[in-house]
């Protein structure tokens, strides 16, 4: 495509995986739609990452560096600073794209008036081998036979009860329109308490509540990302540790705060993982106590 408009600004948070960020940033290079700037910013100090990135991408690309590690919210939030795009599409560093990812879903969303989308995904090994060829159309006996992939079933089932239709938004599937982001106020876009989860879903569930349920529009025409999983990364999901309940904690906060409730829905769960039906139905704000700040 030879579209001088708009502008796409591509989102990439590093921590130094090198290997990983090299396929990233050659599926971004690869990309039919060519009117993009790649915007990496690397979460603490690392070795090798801004030579790749100019190496690889040259004037196309911006390399922004934390002095610290912050986590994937700081450094997504500190790249789109430096954005200079009307539209945001975001990739981790070690997931890759479809050549015509940026061209499908532009056209995607210009054609249904739409500010946000996301699409299905693949699922790769750390090797890059090919597990499930669409998430949305895995078998729940497979999934369950790799028991790291339980904890992205189980984390679908609570993202349904809190209003999400389709597959949940990988961050690596999505783009959307960067006005979009200004209803949310001066404050930058990703809640930088989280450090390690649910800063994506955080953000997601903020927008909904701005614009209702309606504003995640799901491109269905095929997988346009590969996801890679790592095996250990999910295992440490799945456990109690102290980065894991520090996470939740805050977005469990966020929830009775009400956050995440607006006219169009109310998304004010006790705790999104109890089982018990009846303990975990959706309530409306008239029914609790606190009031949101």
């Not at 060519?34 to 915007?39: R, T």
């Not at 209702?212 to 109690?240: C, M, Q, V, W």
Request: net charge positive; proline share 5%; glycine share 6%.
């Amino acid at each position: 495509m030879t579209e001088a408009f708009p502008l796409v600004s591509v989102i990439i948070p590093t921590i130094g995986r090198l290997r990983y960020l090299e396929e990233a940033l050659n599926s971004v290079r690869g990309q039919t739609y060519g009117n993009y700037e790649a915007i990496v910013a690397a979460d603490g100090p690392m070795r090798g990452a801004e030579r790749l990135v100019k190496r690889l991408l040259g004037g196309k690309s911006v390399f922004v560096r934390l002095p610290t590690r912050r986590g994937p919210a700081a450094a997504r939030n500190a790249a789109i600073a430096r954005a200079r795009g009307d539209i945001i599409a975001f990739l981790d560093e070690d997931d890759v794209w479809h050549p015509r990812k940026l061209e499908r879903q532009l056209k995607f969303m210009a054609r249904t008036q739409t500010n946000f989308s996301y699409t299905d995904y693949e699922v790769v090994s750390e090797s890059g081998k090919k597990i499930l060829a669409s998430w949305i159309g895995r078998p729940s006996a497979f999934v369950r036979h790799w028991k790291y992939l339980d904890f992205m079933e189980r984390s679908e089932i609570m993202f349904e009860k809190l209003g999400f239709r389709q597959p949940y938004p990988k961050s690596s599937t999505v783009v959307l329109n960067r006005d979009s982001l200004k209803a949310l106020g001066g404050s930058p876009p990703f809640d930088e308490k989280f450090r390690s989860f649910h800063e994506e879903t955080d953000l997601w569930l903020r927008l909904c509540a701005v614009y209702g349920n309606g504003f995640l529009a799901f491109y269905d025409k095929e997988p346009l990302t590969r996801y890679r999983i790592h095996r250990k990364h999910l295992i440490l999901k799945s456990s109690r540790g102290p980065v894991v309940l520090l996470d939740s904690a805050v977005f469990t906060m966020k929830q009775r705060m009400h956050f995440y409730c607006s006219p169009h829905s109310h998304l004010c769960l006790r705790d999104v993982w109890v089982k018990d039906e009846e303990l975990s139905a959706r309530r409306g704000c008239a029914d609790l106590k606190e009031p949101r700040k």
